[in-house]
């Protein structure tokens, strides 16, 4: 699988991901500046955490409008899969590649700590290597990880099963009342990731890139990054 | 000639920071403040004179850039010189 990092001045996970990418592909991925119209050809296009153009305007809005951007958008809508991370996720909302928007956190403090989230399909390029409803813990860090979409698009979402993962505690619970821990930053739906309608492009607040070696303390991060190479190899 | 936007949370969208400006007010003995909601104001300097080609490049701006429109609504005020 050839792996392509898209690099927007404020990025800071991108040396992050690009390890993880390494450590289960063993190569390096190609790190894409974002002023670039054009990159060689990628199997996936990774769209990694960071404070992009230093979150103006809102967080993601002006890497959304870069010229990287426009190219990873045409070849998205050609089908080559992106996996959009915490300001990469905000990044791709603000690009209209996946449905909805990143809000400040409810609760208004930056969140650093280890989340559960429940796998709410296998069915997708992704999550291949988990079992539907799996619980798996990862990292977050984020201030704008507050999902929201209008009723409509929730309702189209989750009929289409566009919903990658959601924030639970730890025995798996997402319903009902919840702690700050199982929702650490106000998410409609305790919505943590989405897909497209074709499921091509993931977008996630948390890391998965920082759970892949067991010195983070959770490595279970790696199945997704294992399961693209599996399918994209 | 001049635009003034403003850029707002749309009615129903939850807005924390508002809620926190509401609350510190209130301490600071703003009694009479209830809700608050807060936004964005951005200021252009634009060099079109035609005012109707202005807003209608305006509302482009607002939709492509300045808003999400997911969550914001836009006004947009001409002002000459």
Same mark, same amino acid.
């Given at each position: 699988m050839k792996a392509a990092v898209i690099v927007f001045p404020g990025s800071n996970r991108d040396g992050d991901v690009a390890q993880a990418l390494e450590l289960v592909t063993g190569r390096k991925p190609q790190m894409v500046w974002h002023g670039a119209g054009d990159f060689d050809k990628a199997d996936l296009m990774v769209i990694p955490g960071g404070c992009s153009? *230093? @979150?103006?305007?809102?967080? *993601?809005a002006m890497a959304a409008q870069s010229p990287v951007m426009a190219e990873v958008t045409r070849r998205a809508a050609q089908g080559v899969p992106v996996l959009a991370i915490c300001n990469g996720f905000q990044i791709a909302a603000e690009a209209g590649l996946l449905p909805g928007v990143l809000m400040r956190n409810a609760h208004l403090k930056f969140v650093c700590a280890d989340v559960h989230l429940k $796998?709410?399909? /296998?069915? /997708?390029l992704f999550t291949s290597r988990y079992q539907a409803g799996q619980v798996i813990r990862v990292p977050v860090a984020h201030a704008e990880g507050n999902y929201f979409a209008d009723d409509e698009t929730l309702a189209r979402i989750k009929e289409r099963g566009q919903v990658a993962f959601r924030y639970c505690s730890a @025995? *798996?619970? $997402? @319903? *009902?009342p919840l702690g700050e821990e199982a929702n650490p930053n106000g998410s409609i739906m305790n919505i943590a990731g989405v897909y497209n309608e074709a499921k091509t492009v993931m977008g996630l607040m948390p890391h998965p890139e920082n759970a892949v070696e067991g010195l983070f303390g959770s490595t279970d991060g790696r199945a997704l990054f294992e399961g693209l190479v599996e399918a994209l190899a | 000639m001049k635009a003034r936007v403003h850029v707002t949370l749309k009615n129903g969208v939850l807005d924390p920071q508002g809620k926190a400006i509401a609350h510190s007010l209130n301490r600071l003995g703003f009694a009479e403040v209830g809700d608050v909601r807060q936004g964005k104001y951005i200021e252009l300097e634009l060099t079109e004179s035609d005012t109707a080609k202005a807003k209608a490049r305006l509302e482009d701006m607002c939709r492509k850039l300045l808003a999400n429109t997911v969550i914001e609504n836009y006004s947009i005020e001409l002002v000459g010189r």
């Open positions: 153009y *230093g @979150d103006y305007l809102r967080w *993601g $796998v709410e399909t /296998s069915q /997708s @025995d *798996g619970a $997402v @319903d *009902g | -």
